[in-house]
Each structure stands twice: as C-alpha cells, then as structure tokens.
C-alpha cells in the first residue's frame, strides 16, 4: 500500500530537524560567542571579522581596520583599537541568521536549542505513553471497581486546566530539563489512557480474544500477542500528535521562564530573548518561531497520514 503524502512531507521534515539539529552543532563554530560591545544584533546575513586576541578573548565586527599596526574594531556605541601583535588569528565569517543581544551566533543556539526541545518533547511523550498505556490496560482488565476509581480520577485531571497545571508544578520545583519532562509526561496521559481503555473494552468482545481465553491462555499472554499488536496504530498516532502539543508546552513554559534555565538555549526562551528587543532584533523571535511551527506541522502531518494509512488497511 502507498504511504499518503502527508505522512512522506511530515517524516521529510522531522527528518530535516532532526539532522540539522544533531549534526549541524559539530560542523558550525559560533561566531563572535559573546561579545555584546561589537557583535549584538547584527541582522542575519552580515559578514564580520573575527579576531582571536592573545588574551583569550574574540572580537567580532563588521567593520575592522587596519591602521599603523592596530586594529580599529568599530562597534555601535565605540571603537575598541588593539594592537596587531596581540591578534593570534583573524579570519572572516558569516552570522547566517544574524547575533542576539549578547552577540551570539544564532544559528548555532538554534541548533542546540533544537536539540533540546526535541529531547524534552520525546522524552515526556515516552513517559506519558507508559503510564497512559498502563493505567488504560489496567482499567479495561481491572473490574468495575477499578475501572471506576481509574476514569473518575482521569477526568477530575483532564477538568483541570492543563498549562495552569504545569505552570503551578514549574513553579513549585526548580525547572530543569528533567522536572520538564517529568511534568510534561505525567500530565498528558490522561487522553492516551481513555483511548487505550476504549480499544482494550472493544478488542475484548473480539472472536479470538474469547478463544485465547477458552483455550487457557493467560491474561499477560493476551496482552501481548492480541492487544499490544492491534494498539500500535492508535497509539502511534496518538504520541504523534502528543508529541506537537508537548513542543507547544515546552516552548510556553519556557518562554514565561518556568522551563529550561536561561543558560541552556530552548525555542521557547530564545522567543522570550526575542521579545525584548523585537523592533532592533526581529529575527530572534522568527526563526525560533518557524522552527517550532515547522516541527508541529510535521508532526500533525505524521499523525494525519498515519490516521489514513489506517483507515485504508481497516
């Protein structure tokens, strides 16, 4: 059977991000990483010069002169002059996507904040996917008391607010990218474990599902050999779209400074970055953004395509 287009465009651009982010941090240096005096918020685009001083510190700005042994490193607000002697290296670079406010290269912090978001987001759609599947098998198996007792409680937290939620536990604990995975996971499985309760209830009344119980097979056997195979579908759709609504979370608790600490590079903060100085520095706020746009896009045409190839086998 031919996959849809739309889940061959989604793994296309998953694939894209995905290799950007893990090999484009080991092929690109940064350029200019810190030096907030010459370098802030050059658009994207400009070319500078980079000069490695014998002090361990780098100079990086558009315009460097050399006049009588010395070099004039010209920034917005002064002129920096350092003698040619104390120069190790000086070579040319681009800034493709442009500095932020501290003079950093925003291509690579990108990269790695990438990196990181994606991380957070598979991570915490893993951890939902094992408690969800858990709770969900252990409800349609369970007995009409436990049954009761797992829904009502999957309810009273689906009535809760989700991003007041995540923003009163973020806000409680120390963020880190583990408290946000953990957070992240632990409050989105409550739809998963309603999906797989309502495909346990319908596989049970199955002909071969009453057979295998006729013929003595244990429950944990069953598990195994009937439903997990016929929930690989629902369930990978689901994580899927979980996984786009988690990249969401990530970013917005990151962006209100409940999520990743502001010396690891996240989409979500590097937005926040932005903000502040949105008329000089727009594109600090854009690409992070079209990143994000394009990961949740992708993810949804995944989920979508993965819907129909279902629909078609069905």
Known sequence: MRAPRRLLWGLAGIVVLVLACLVGPLILSPVGD???????????????????????????????????????????????TVSAHDVVSKHDARLWLGSDRFGRDVLPRLLRGGRISLAIAALGAAVALLVGLGVGLAAATGGRVVDAVLMRTVDALLAFPLLLLLILVSALFRPGPTLLVAVLGLTSWMGLARLVRGQVLSL???????????????????WSLHYLPNLKAPLAQDTTLRMGNLVLAEATLSFLGLGIPASLPS????????QRVMLDGWWLSLFPGLAITTLVISLALIGDGLQQTGDASA
Do not use: C, K, N
């Open 204 to 222: 049970r009344t199955r002909s071969f599902i009453q057979a295998a119980r006729v013929a003595g097979t244990r429950e944990l056997r069953i």
């Open 34 to 80: 810190g030096d907030p005096v010459h370098a802030a918020l050059l658009p994207p685009g400009t070319r500078v010069t980079v000069l490695d001083l014998s002090d361990g510190r780098t100079l990086v700005s558009p315009e460097v002169d050399l006049d009588h042994g010395e070099y004039l490193v010209h920034g917005r607000r002064r002129t920096t």
């Open 267 to 274: 989409w979500g903060a590097m937005i926040a970055d932005g």
